[in-house]
C-alpha cells in the first residue's frame, strides 16, 4: 500500500467515524442520558524510546533488519489532548519530540541528489545515522476496542487503537562509523521549503518539514478516578525519503516506531464520570448488579401476587351487577339494574360528582420507567382509601424528564400514570372514577439541564 492510499484511507477512516459518532449520539441521550452528564476532555504525558522500523515488518532506512537487542535506542517524548466524543471513539491532537538512531555496519551509499558540500563526499559510505525531531504533529482518531470487567458502570483497564495525520520537522545526521561519533554529513541550515513540481535544498532551514500517518495500540489502566496509566505503542509512515539522511536506492518511504508509557488526566466536574470509562451496555444490568433494586423488585412482585388473588377473588360476580358474589346480599339481580353496596336493588338521584379532598404529593418514578417506587405505597394507599370512601374522581397527569424523543417521553408519561391508575384499582377504587392524561416533557417543574431536575420532572401528579 502505497503513501497515497494510506493518506486516502486515514481521512475515510476519521470521516465515517466521526458521522457514526454523531449518530450514536443522537440516539444515546434515550437510554444513557448523552455526554453532558460525563467528563470528556483529557491531557496526557508520555516518554519513550524509538526504533528505526516498525513490527509490520521491512528493513530499516539503512537496510539492515536487526533484533529488539541490537538496536540502539533513542528518548522520544509528547503531550495529548483528547475529546471524548463518545463511549468508543475520541479525537486526540498529540506533539511529540525527541531522536532516532540507525545503523549498518557494512556502510550504505551516499545519495548524490544531497549536497556533499554540507559535511559529506560524493561515494561516501555511512554506518549510521542519528536523526532530530524538532517537532511531530498530528491530529488522531481513537478508538476503543474493548475493555475489561465490561458488566461494571465504569471499568479499570480499556484497549484502544490510533490513526491519524500530522506534520513533522526532522534534520538527520549521518556517521561513517555504527557509534555516531566519526564523519558527520549534516545538512542543518540546508534544508528548504518543498512545493509541488520544485525540491529546493539549498536555501537555510535547520529542519526538513513533510507530512506523515502514526498508526498505534495501546492498554490504559485507571489508576484513580482523574489519572490513567498509559501504556502503548505507535508506527509513524512519513513521506519522505531522508528521514535519516543521504541514504541511496531508497525504495520506500521512511518509517519508526515510538514505544511508550504515560499518565492521563481527566479534565472537568468531579460530580460527573469520565466518558472513557463508562461502557454503555452496563446500564443494562443495573438489576442484575444493585442489590436495592433487586430487592425491590421482588417486594414488588410480592405485594402484586397478593394483589392478583384479592382481585381474582372479588371479581366472581354471577348475576354482573358489580358486587362480589362475596357480598352481593341479592344475588341473581336482572342484568342492567342498579344496586346498592350490598348488591340489592336501589333508586337514587343522580350522584354528585365528587373531586380529591386533600392534597398528595407527587409519585417519582426512576429514569426511563415507569414502576412504581415502594415509597409511593403510603401516598396511593391513602388516595384509594379517599377515593374507595367518597366516591369521588381523580385525574392523574404523567409527565417525563426531557431525555429521549417527545415521541417516546408522551409514551412514558402515559405509563406511568397508567401504572397509578392500576394500583389504585387493584387496591378497590372504581376504574371509571380515575382519569389519565400524558403530557411527556412538555410541561417540566424544574431544569431539564441538570440531573436533580430531571429527576424531579418524573412523575405523577394528582389533580382534583
Not at 378 to 397: F, H, I, K, N, P
Amino acid at each position: 500500500m502505497n503513501y497515497s492510499t494510506i493518506k486516502t484511507a486515514v481521512a475515510c477512516s476519521l470521516v465515517a467515524a466521526l458521522g457514526l459518532t454523531d449518530t450514536v449520539q443522537a440516539q444515546e441521550p434515550t437510554v444513557f442520558g448523552g455526554r453532558s452528564q460525563y467528563r470528556t476532555w483529557s491531557i496526557g504525558v508520555n516518554g519513550g524510546f524509538t526504533t528505526p522500523s516498525v513490527i509490520i515488518g521491512g528493513s530499516n532506512a539503512f537496510n539492515q533488519k536487526v533484533g529488539f537487542g541490537e538496536y540502539k535506542l533513542r528518548e522520544y517524548y509528547g503531550i495529548t489532548v483528547r475529546k471524548q466524543l463518545s463511549s468508543w471513539f475520541g479525537l486526540e491532537a498529540a506533539g511529540n519530540r525527541g531522536r532516532i538512531f540507525t545503523y549498518n555496519n557494512n556502510g550504505v551509499g551516499h545519495n548524490m541528489l544531497f549536497n556533499a558540500a554540507n559535511g559529506g563526499a560524493a561515494g561516501a559510505s555511512y554506518q549510521s545515522a542519528e536523526t532530530s525531531v524538532q517537532y511531530a504533529a498530528s491530529l488522531n482518531g481513537v478508538f476503543q476496542l474493548a475493555t475489561i470487567d465490561f458488566l461494571r458502570r465504569e471499568n479499570v483497564v480499556n484497549f484502544y487503537a490510533s490513526i491519524g495525520y500530522g506534520l513533522i520537522a526532522f534534520n538527520p545526521v549521518a556517521y561513517t562509523d555504527a557509534d555516531g561519533s566519526a564523519g558527520a554529513w549534516d545538512n542543518s541550515g540546508a534544508w528548504g521549503e518543498e512545493y509541488p513540481g520544485e525540491r529546493n535544498l539549498t536555501t537555510d532551514r535547520d529542519f526538513k518539514r513533510e507530512t506523515y500517518i502514526p498508526v498505534g495500540v495501546g492498554v490504559k489502566f485507571k489508576l484513580s478516578d482523574r489519572v490513567a496509566l498509559n501504556l502503548g505503542y505507535t508506527m509513524n509512515f512519513v513521506d519522505d525519503k531522508a528521514l535519516f539522511g543521504p541514504v541511496a536506492n531508497r525504495a520506500a518511504n521512511d518509517k519508526f516506531s515510538y514505544t511508550y508509557a504515560g499518565l492521563e488526566f481527566s479534565l472537568g466536574s468531579s460530580s460527573k464520570p469520565d466518558l472513557t470509562w463508562h461502557n454503555p451496555v452496563s446500564t443494562l444490568y443495573d438489576e442484575l448488579k444493585d442489590p436495592s433494586l433487586r430487592n425491590e423488585l421482588e417486594a414488588l412482585k410480592q405485594r402484586v401476587s397478593t394483589l392478583e388473588g384479592i382481585v381474582d377473588e372479588l371479581n366472581n360476580d354471577e348475576d354482573g351487577d358489580g358486587v362480589s358474589d362475596r357480598f352481593d346480599k341479592c344475588p341473581g339481580t336482572p342484568a342492567g339494574t342498579q344496586v346498592d353496596g350490598a348488591g340489592c336493588p336501589i333508586k337514587f338521584p343522580e350522584p354528585e360528582v365528587k373531586q380529591v379532598s386533600g392534597t398528595y404529593p407527587n409519585i417519582q418514578f426512576e429514569f426511563d420507567s415507569s414502576v412504581l417506587k415502594t415509597e409511593s405505597y403510603a401516598t396511593l394507599d391513602r388516595l384509594s382509601s379517599e377515593l374507595r370512601e367518597s366516591g369521588a374522581t381523580v385525574t392523574l397527569d404523567g409527565h417525563a424528564s426531557a431525555e429521549g424523543s417527545e415521541a417516546y417521553n408522551l409514551t412514558l408519561s402515559k405509563d406511568r400514570a397508567n401504572s397509578v391508575k392500576q394500583y389504585l384499582v387493584n387496591s378497590g377504587v372504581d376504574a371509571a372514577k380515575v382519569n389519565v392524561q400524558a403530557f411527556g416533557e412538555s410541561a417540566p417543574v424544574a431544569s431539564n439541564a441538570t440531573e436533580e431536575g430531571r429527576v424531579i420532572n418524573r412523575r405523577v401528579e394528582i389533580k382534583k
